[in-house]
């Protein structure tokens, strides 16, 4: 059928652009139409006009059920996060994950750094449980990266809520930390913003990016910057330094220039 081709009127016009450039002709074996003449072109634009529209309400369908479903709280799939486990496409509370999650939550109020969260954690073992996948493959437990420490501190599911276009709205699943633990912990990274680390495509500062490796960890420096008032300072830093820390690396870091 056409429409298992495309659903765009712009993406056919291409199409038949191309076919023509070749002194091609487009034919259809189950539906009587070419895109030789000009009437079987009309028939063809027709066709997609309705299967465009076809796309696009289905696409709206889908966006208001995501959206309806999402204001009733509901968890609408994809990677569990770390303190919950998926049971009948509900979050539980796994017990064990949650402790870690509290725990990155009281360090980072004690210690005001995602890095030392992530080095207080692989220091003193602490690990994500071994998963089952839904094609039975088996996730092992692992160490828990500063991406994803400073994703859980940012993210409102552990206080059981769930986010949908930037508006939160109250979750059906039980919440990990309170309210209060959450606000503090926000303030303090709110804070801390002009002393992270930041990623920048800036093509100027960036000539050696994809190219130099650390010779310490051997993995591929990636460039950063840090903001001091209105200067930005560019340095490249290893991609596992930025990930577990830079005490993992010997190297630490390398001015851009």
Known sequence: KIDR????????SKLVDVFDAHNCSFVSVTQNFNTYDSMGRLTLNMLLSFAQFEREVDAERIRDKVAASRKKGMWMGGCVPIGYRAVNKKLVINETEAK??????????LCRSERDVCKFLRDNGFKTDKHVKKDGTIKESQNIPLEVVSRILRNPIYLGKVVHRGTIYDGQHDAIISQAVWDRVQDIK????????HFTS????????????CGCCHSKMILTYTQRKTMRY??????KANKEGRQTCEVGSVGAG
Do not use: P, Q
């Open 5 to 12: 081709l495309t659903r765009s009127l712009n993406d056919f």
């Open 100 to 109: 870690i999650v509290k725990l990155i939550y009281d360090k980072y109020m």
């Open 190 to 197: 709110k804070n801390n913003k002009h002393d992270k680390l």
């Open 202 to 213: 800036v093509i100027n500062h960036s000539l050696l990016h994809g190219l130099v490796e």
């Open 234 to 239: 560019y340095y490249y830093t290893s991609a």
